[in-house]
């Protein structure tokens, strides 16, 4: 399998891993629960024989992406603290299962990932300067400039979904206040409809939910029906959406925002109203050729991205 990567993403309750050619085709995929209730060292095992289940076929030389929620040190290969993985703390990932595979691996924040699968496969495919923004129940992302992943001296930063924008604003799980997470994530916007739901203004809300979570997507259905506590809400968090995009056009002048996540699938009823706020916050020349677009890249924007990091750092082994 000359030309292809092993891709790992170990977001969400499963661990998947695929062989990726370098076009972006996804040759072979195979997955199986994390279970991280088992501890790390189970974990990579699962991941090992993932590895070896999708790469049978492929070369030891074939090398392997892994995009992993974070904090995390792609420095040293270490999983630093992450609340999706309990327990891991200072989880030396890289050398556990480089020793175990024998493979040469690269690990990276998944939002970072993100954004180079859709610089290398993606909607900003071929893109030198661009901003993505995953919104998901957090909020997470990563920033290309000239070409070059952004992520700071420890390899911790772009973390678009921390950026302040009201001081005065709610309490974000990061513990900082007025986060953009705190306003147009999953959990945000949940939370706004829940405490309307405890008034006559959020009857629609909880009609559309039928009993179950007022979560995004039912609050931008109330809001598309016409309901105006929804709409509220909505415009609340695309607002915020807006001012972050224009802080990030002014700060890195990038040619695409690209927005991904499960929010952002309730499209232009958030879209809208940060695509109206984002001039209000950002320089004109900076956002004159400015393309704010959706990611293409779906439910394998993890995968992908780990393999597009795995391209980037082991280029001259996958050709």
């Known amino acids: 399998m000359s030309g292809s990567v092993i891709a790992i993403d170990l977001g969400g309750t499963n661990i998947r891993a695929a062989i990726v050619g370098r076009d972006g085709d996804i040759l072979r995929r195979a997955s199986m629960p994390t279970d991280s209730a088992d501890g790390h ?12 289940d999708v790469g049978a076929e492929a070369d030891i030389q074939v090398p392997v992406g892994i ?12 999983i630093l603290y992450t609340p999706n993985l309990p327990g891991w703390r200072d989880v030396p990932l890289v050398d ?14 998944d939002g970072n990932c993100g954004a180079l699968g859709e610089a290398d496969f993606g909607s900003a495919r071929g893109v030198d300067n661009l901003v993505y923004l995953a919104l998901g129940t957090g ?10 992943l952004v992520d700071g001296a420890r390899g911790l930063g772009a973390e678009v979904g921390h950026v302040v924008i009201a001081m005065d604003g709610p309490r974000c799980t990061c513990g900082s206040v007025g986060c953009l997470e705190a306003f147009a994530s999953g959990w945000a916007i949940r939370r706004d409809a829940e405490l309307v739901a405890t ?3 959020g009857d629609r809300m909880t009609e559309l939910a039928g009993g179950g979570e007022l979560h995004a997507g039912v609050v931008a259905a109330a809001a598309d029906s016409g309901d105006p506590a929804a709409n509220a809400i909505m415009r609340r968090a695309g607002r915020a959406l807006g001012a972050a995009i224009g ?14 996540g499960g929010v952002a699938g309730v499209g232009e009823t958030l879209m809208q109203h940060a695509r109206e706020t984002m001039p209000q916050h ?35 082994e996958t050709r």
Not at 41 to 52: E, H, Q
């Open 247 to 260: 802080a990030f056009t002014n700060i890195f002048n990038p040619s695409n925002v690209v927005v991904g």
């Open 41 to 52: 060292l189970a974990v990579v095992d699962r991941m090992v024989r993932l590895i070896g």
């Open 139 to 148: 909020i997470g992302g990563g920033v290309i400039s000239s070409g070059v």
């Open 282 to 316: 950002s320089f004109v020349d900076m956002r004159r050729d400015l393309t704010v677009t959706y990611s293409s890249l779906g439910a394998d924007t993890g995968l992908l991205g780990a393999a597009a990091l795995a391209f980037r750092e082991f280029s001259s």
């Open 96 to 109: 556990l299962v480089s020793r175990a595979t024998g493979r040469r691996i690269a690990l990276q924040n």
């Open 199 to 201: 008034t006559a203004d």
């Open 67 to 78: 995009a992993s929620p974070g904090p995390l040190d792609p420095r040293t290969g270490t």
